[in-house]
């Protein structure tokens, strides 16, 4: 399949996934505690609750946020109707790719964003909550593994399970990437030491990580500032979230000590790039002297070295991004079926942006096909 004449490789299209995911694919010993998936009228219910009701991935002094019903919520609604009634399977999911133009996608969750966003969860839950949604992804993958591509959840909550789960993911399920989420739920900031046999492992493997923030969080993120205003919320918690995470890996030493490690941020905008690494190389400037000894290259050197950041398909502001540092950094997402995607017109959307076909390759195919390490 190519649009027009452009090969399309979807960096984070997302899955909707079944309510009763933890209730079938769980240990046995977990189900008693398991997140539930809400359902409602809403046809993109993103809810999970605890089996005694509270909801799962909220801070609960701020869990009143008030569910939007807008001109966009409308709109969403119509659009994905269809999809919901025949139960967000995979073979809608390839009927959605083929609508939009896309032949190849990584495909990252959607209630999975929230599954391990609450603080401090019990390490051996969380990992059994991880191994659970990769075994359910892996069957939904079953359907096209071709084209559909999975990203692992991978807890944070206890290194030696992470560095099990990766290997095993990578390995035995033939997924492409591992993702977590970008803000911090167990007290280790990204450059601590204490994640480095999981960036180690994944050199080995040669997958790579991809930083995927979401609004709802169980912790402090910077969206939760505006609770209950969910449109300033979103505006604010994957942007600020993925600069944050992008300092700790190219200024705080992870990308210095694993030089093969790559690293994407998603779905949070790439128009702030050239800013925050302006801002990180100045600052090693000024005090890298003694915070940044180890760096042998300027934090923005690292990024262009091993990451890359995801454009929105109307991302005008992204045209200065390319044109200071050029596209080959740069990687496409359609964030299907969320409620910010342009879908079925993603593409198109982005196809109107005045780039270079040159561009456009790099940033529809090239960039994704090396990223994910796709033959």
């Known amino acids: ?28 010993e977990f189900k008693g505690e398991a997140p539930i998936g809400l359902t409602s009228e809403d046809v993109r219910d993103l809810r999970m609750a605890h089996p005694d009701g509270r909801q799962w991935g909220y801070n609960p002094d701020r869990a009143k946020t008030r569910q939007s019903r807008g001109q966009n919520f409308n709109r969403t609604q119509g659009i994905y109707q269809y999809y919901s009634d025949q139960g ?5 999911q390839l009927e959605a790719m083929d609508i939009e133009g896309i032949d190849v996608a990584v495909l990252y969750p959607t209630r999975g964003l929230t599954a391990l966003a609450e603080p401090n969860m019990e390490p051996r839950f969380a990992a059994a909550i991880a191994r659970a949604y990769n075994n359910w992804l892996f069957d939904f993958c079953s359907a096209d593994p071709h084209r559909l591509l999975g990203a692992a959840m991978i807890s944070p909550f ?55 923030e979401a609004t709802r969080s169980g912790v ?9 205003n969910f449109m300033l919320r979103r505006v604010y918690a994957q942007p600020m979230e993925q600069m944050l995470a992008l300092g700790s890996m190219c200024a705080g030493g992870v990308l210095a000590r694993h030089p093969k490690l790559r690293v994407a941020f998603l779905e949070g905008n790439c128009s702030w790039l050239p800013w925050i690494l302006w801002r990180l190389d100045e600052a090693c400037e000024l005090e890298g002297d003694i915070w940044t000894i180890d760096l042998a290259m300027r934090p923005s050197e690292y990024f262009k070295k091993q990451c890359f950041v995801s454009i929105e398909p ?10 200071h540092m050029g596209s080959e950094h740069i990687i496409f997402s359609t964030d299907y079926p969320h409620g910010d995607s342009r879908f079925p017109e993603a593409l198109q959307t982005f196809l109107k942006m005045p780039l270079s076909d040159e561009d456009r390759r790099n940033i529809l195919w090239n960039n994704c096909a090396g990223f994910y390490a796709l033959d």
Not at 164 to 186: P, Q, S, V, W, Y
Not at 220 to 228: C, M, V, Y
């Open 314 to 323: 109307e991302e005008e502001p992204a045209l200065q991004v390319i044109e």
């Open 88 to 92: 967000w399977s995979a073979k809608v």
């Open 1 to 28: 399949m190519a649009k027009n004449g452009f090969k399309i490789f979807d960096s984070d299209m997302h899955i909707m996934e079944p309510p009763d995911l933890w209730q079938r694919y769980i240990d046995s």
């Open 220 to 228: 402090n993120n910077p969206g939760q500032r505006f609770e209950p």
């Open 158 to 212: 206890d290194i030696d399970e992470a560095v099990k789960e990766t290997r095993r993911c990578a390995k035995e399920l033939g997924f492409r990437a591992i993702f977590i989420r970008a803000n911090l739920f167990n007290g280790h900031n990204w450059y601590d030491e204490y994640y480095d046999p999981l960036w180690a492992t994944l050199e080995e493997v040669d997958i790579p990580l991809g930083f995927h």
